[in-house]
């Protein structure tokens, strides 16, 4: 199995924009999906992008993904940061059947 | 979009099993694989295994491989996952999910 790699913890401050990496370890990152799921405290896991870079219907375009094979990582832009967008996040991707999560990375909007 | 109710909170002696449920709606139920992922408390996301809803094919991760059942019942659209031989470790939010929809969690807590 692969590892994917996220930065612990981000800050930045309203109507900002920020980036949160996902770095895989080994094998290729364009080779599987990569999804992102947003958790608020107390509140179950809602996906804000799938497939790389696709948006369920409800998510603003605030939310943005996007993959880089040259440091084989993906990454979750968000853009005009707001209060709410503070939360913890989460990359996941797959080896043919079994799901990797990334540790996730604690946004903080200040 | 698709949606999973799961069954209630529960509380479990060191030892016991528990058997938890996910009702799928708003979707054609044997369409999509359902897996279950858990959450202790303060950590992040663990995956355990999924299962076809289709066919009924598992996969489970191999930390859970053999203490983990995760079946279903087709005509009731719901997923069920087994855990049994549970400790204080298995204390954790579990939640179902079809990747783009999540049900909203059902809290184990094994304790003495």
């Known amino acids: 199995n692969f590892m994917l790699t996220q930065p612990h913890s981000v800050s930045e401050s309203p109507g900002k924009t920020v980036t949160i990496s996902c770095t895989r370890n080994?094998?290729?990152?364009?080779?599987?999906?990569v999804q992102w799921y947003q958790q608020r405290p107390g509140s179950a896991p809602i996906t804000v992008v799938y497939?790389?870079?696709?948006?369920p219907s409800g998510v603003p375009d605030r939310f943005s993904g996007s993959i880089d094979s040259s440091s084989n990582s993906a990454s979750l832009t968000i853009s005009g940061l707001k209060t709410e967008d503070e939360a913890d996040y989460y990359c996941?991707?797959?080896?043919?059947?079994?799901?990797?999560f990334g540790g996730g990375t604690k946004l903080t909007v200040l | 979009q698709a949606q999973f109710v799961q069954s209630g909170a529960e509380v479990k002696k060191p030892g016991a099993s528990v058997r938890l449920s996910c009702r799928a709606s708003?979707?054609?139920?044997?369409?999509?694989?359902i897996h279950w992922v858990r959450q202790a408390p303060g950590q992040g996301l663990e995956w355990m295994g999924w299962?076809?809803?289709?066919?009924?094919?598992?996969q489970y991760s191999q930390k859970f491989q053999g203490r983990v059942t995760i079946t279903r019942d087709t005509s009731a659209g719901t997923v069920y996952v087994d855990i049994g031989a549970l400790t204080s470790e298995d204390t954790a939010i579990y939640y179902c999910?079809?990747?783009?929809?999540w049900g909203q969690g059902t809290l184990v807590t094994v304790s003495s």
């Open positions: 999910t079809r990747g783009v929809s």
């Open positions: 497939e790389d870079k696709q948006r």
């Open positions: 708003k979707y054609t139920f044997t369409q999509y694989t």
């Open positions: 996941q991707s797959y080896d043919n059947v079994n799901w990797v």
């Open positions: 080994s094998g290729s990152i364009a080779n599987n999906y």
């Open positions: 299962i076809n809803a289709g066919n009924g094919n598992t």
